[in-house]
């Protein structure tokens, strides 16, 4: 993921701050406790189609 970019995107529910999940190919939002996926590196910036994070996987945050 270019650093440029992810210094530039913002979750577009909350407008609040992504963190980049390489393992999972995923931008997160904390706040909002969701994780945007990233396709043929595209980030895909729509609530719709987000999913949730766990329980477990937001304990950490």
């Avoid at 210094?7 to 939002?29: F, H, M, R, T």
């Avoid at 909002?32 to 910036?45: E, H, N, Q």
């Amino acid at each position: 993921m270019d650093a440029r970019l992810l210094d530039i995107l913002v979750c577009p529910a909350c407008k609040g701050n992504l963190e980049y999940v390489k393992s999972a190919s995923e931008l997160v939002c904390k706040p909002c406790k969701l994780a945007y996926p990233i396709r043929d590196d595209i980030p895909v910036m729509l609530v719709d189609e987000a999913r949730q994070l766990g329980a477990t996987e937001t304990q950490g945050a």
